[in-house]
Each structure stands twice: as C-alpha cells, then as structure tokens.
C-alpha cells in the first residue's frame, strides 16, 4: 500500500505514520530523503518480505523535492508489493500538479493532506464524543472540516479517546503514566461504559479501519460513524 501524505500539520503526519506501523505490527521502518536517494536504493528497499516475514516499510521525505524530476521514482513506485508499505511524506502541502499527487491513481496511492488545525478542537471533538453529546460533537465535527483536518486524522484522535477511556476502565498499567489532567478525564468518562462496552467500541472501530482501507467505507463516513458507534454505547 502507497500512502502519500502531506501538509504543515507534521506532528498529525507522523502520528498516522506511527499508526501504520501499528495496525501492520511493524518494529522498524526505513526513512529515506529524496535528495540523497535513488530510485535503485529505493526498489532494493521495497523487493519484498525479508527472511523473518517481516513487512517492509519505507518512509520518503519529499519536503525539499522542489522541481525535482521524480518520473523514475514514479516508475519504482509501481512495483512496490501489496504487502509492503511505502509513505511519501511532505512537511509542505503538494498542490494537484505534483508528481506524486498527480500520479496517485497510476501508483494506486492514497493522498491524504493533512492541514494545521487547533489542537484544542480535535481534543474538544473527543472529550464531546466520549462525554456523550451528540450535538456539541457534529458541531466540533464541522470546524474540524471546514478548517481542513483529515477524515483518517479525526477518526485516530476518536481511537485515542478509546483508548485512554478503556487504559481508565480495565485499570492498565499505561493509566498510571498518564499526566493528572488526562487521567481525570478519562476516568470520568469510563463511568459511562461497562468493560463489554469498551470491548464491543473496540471490534466497531477495527470494522471502520478496516472498511476504510478497503473500500467499504468512505472517508467522509468514517468520523461520523466513528461517533455513532461511541453514542450507541451511552
């Protein structure tokens, strides 16, 4: 699977990237620089599942691409597995004519942009969700698209809310080293649940993720159905 994701919003970008490395239990990943790699170094890196079994992942900053002519990266593009991972990433937002955007249905890429947004809106967007109102949440939900955030983002931040909510609710360990602020908060807001609630959100929310790199599921429903799914619980 290609990704190519970019936008100033970087700490987002590399949040999603880290997420990838989860969902596919990846341990380490390359990350390269278009400026000091070639297209070789890069078919070398994507050939396939080393002796392990383990998933190839490799990250290539664009940042700095500028004019660069990438038609031979493009070209290497093509031939990366199924099973592997590759991530084109930008620091700085690709406009349509960008190779890579340009060339995301030849490749079979996923562009996802991902533009500056207050943090304090995506945090208010989940504290709405798990606190149960639904009207404040499509609210917080509207700024949050109007001012550009990602579908894929929104619905990550939802997962975060998930998962400090059941670090409070089954008494983790990980809740323990979570700052007073956050932990008061998720610990108000795992009252609402029983732990077969947390655990039912859990499979709806790994049904999402999946339907959405699938195709089942559409971007513009993913959030809202994401909401959905913690409402039903309350």
């Given at each position: 699977m290609i990704y190519v994701l970019h936008g100033e919003n970087v700490s987002a970008i590399r949040n999603f990237i880290?997420?990838?490395?989860?969902?596919?239990?990846?341990?380490?990943?390359?990350?390269?620089?278009?400026?000091?790699?070639?297209?070789?170094?890069?078919?070398?890196?994507?050939?396939?599942?080393?002796?392990?079994?383990?998933?190839?992942?490799?990250t290539l900053d664009v940042t700095k691409m500028g004019r660069t002519k990438v038609d031979s990266y493009i070209e290497v593009l093509l031939s990366v597995p199924d099973e592997s991972l590759f991530v084109v990433f930008s620091g700085k937002d690709l406009s349509k004519a960008n190779a890579f955007v340009k060339q995301s249905p030849k490749i079979g890429a996923r562009v996802m942009p991902f533009k500056e947004i207050s943090d304090s809106n995506i945090f208010k967007l989940v504290d709405y969700v798990f606190g149960g109102n639904r009207i404040a949440s499509y609210k917080e939900l509207r700024k949050l698209i109007l001012s550009g955030a990602d579908n894929f983002y929104i619905f990550s931040m939802l997962v975060y809310g998930l998962r400090n909510v059941t670090y409070a609710k089954f008494e983790s360990p990980m809740f323990t080293k979570m700052s007073p602020f956050v932990k008061s908060k998720a610990s108000s807001q795992s009252q609402k649940f029983t732990q077969d609630q947390v655990v039912?959100?859990?499979?709806?929310?790994?049904?999402?993720?999946?339907?959405?790199?699938?195709?089942?599921?559409?971007?513009e429903l993913l959030v809202p159905l994401g909401i959905e799914a913690v409402l039903a619980e309350l």
């Open positions: 880290l997420k990838l490395k989860k969902d596919h239990n990846i341990g380490s990943s390359k990350e390269l620089l278009l400026e000091d790699t070639s297209p070789a170094e890069i078919a070398e890196l994507i050939s396939g599942i080393d002796m392990f079994g383990a998933i190839p992942m490799v039912r959100l859990y499979e709806k929310f790994y049904q999402l993720d999946v339907g959405s790199k699938n195709g089942q599921v559409s971007p």
